[in-house]
């Protein structure tokens, strides 16, 4: 139940949107083999049920909110930190190196 819920939210958190898609694929990637025969839409229905039911206690919602919110950090002090190899992004190196309109006109 706690894995169901902790895909949705942190879907929510990450996209600023509820998709449950995108929520399903990661939890399919988190449990390979867990319930071969659920689909996304009844992931979602089981979502549903957990929160409409109270089948998790508060407590357990805001531990996996804290949960998420400190792997959210994590990523990012990851991705800030170089962890991507400082690679550069030559559309923007090129777009500097190009004169603006007003540039152009006045040569």
């Known amino acids: ?3 169901v819920l902790w895909c949705f939210m942190y ?20 449990n390979p083999v867990t319930r071969m025969n659920i689909g996304a839409k009844a992931l979602l229905n089981q979502k549903n049920y957990i929160l409409k039911a109270k089948r998790i206690t508060a407590v357990e ?3 996996i909110k804290e949960n998420i919110t400190l792997k959210i950090v994590d990523d990012t002090e990851d991705y800030t930190n170089g962890a991507n190899g400082d690679k550069m992004d ?18």
């Open 90 to 107: 030559t559309n923007v190196i090129e777009h500097q190196k190009r004169p603006s309109k007003r540039q152009y006109w006045l040569r």
């Open 11 to 30: 879907i929510k958190e990450n996209t600023f949107g509820e998709n449950y898609k995108e929520a399903y694929k990661l939890w399919r990637e988190r």
């Open 61 to 63: 919602i805001d531990d």
């Open 1 to 3: 139940m706690k894995e």
